[in-house]
């Protein structure tokens, strides 16, 4: 499974921004994760092909993922970025019920300005 991931940039705090992975095919899961600088990655949302989502509890309510099924892309809209948002955001599929994240995009940059 190859992933492509899009739409990271620089932001003034209190803006938006939509990020964008494409998979080469159906996958069980889509997550997003974050990495910040000298920290570990870490998981910021998921949705599955049914279009269920979660959240990880600081981005709940300012986050939304949504896919697009016939383009097997999924959207990470995000709204009210704060500086803490800042970090390079992955996204990563996983193929079925309990396998691991085991195909990743490259990346996509996000500052957020305070």
């Known amino acids: 499974v190859q992933l492509q991931a899009s739409g990271g940039g620089l932001v003034q705090a209190g803006g938006s921004l939509r990020l964008s992975c494409v998979a080469s095919?159906?996958?069980?899961?889509v997550g997003w994760f974050r990495q910040a600088p000298g920290k570990e990655r870490e998981f910021v949302a998921r949705?599955?092909?049914?279009?269920?989502?979660y959240y990880r509890d600081s981005v709940k309510g300012r986050f939304t993922m949504s896919i697009d099924n016939a383009k097997n892309t999924v959207y990470l809209q995000m709204n009210t970025l704060k500086p803490e948002d800042t970090a390079v955001y992955y996204c990563?599929?996983?193929?079925?019920?309990?396998?691991?994240?085991?195909?990743w995009g490259q990346g996509t940059q996000v500052t957020v300005s305070s």
């Open positions: 095919r159906r996958t069980y899961t």
């Open positions: 990563g599929a996983q193929l079925s019920l309990g396998s691991s994240y085991d195909y």
């Open positions: 949705i599955w092909s049914s279009g269920s989502t």
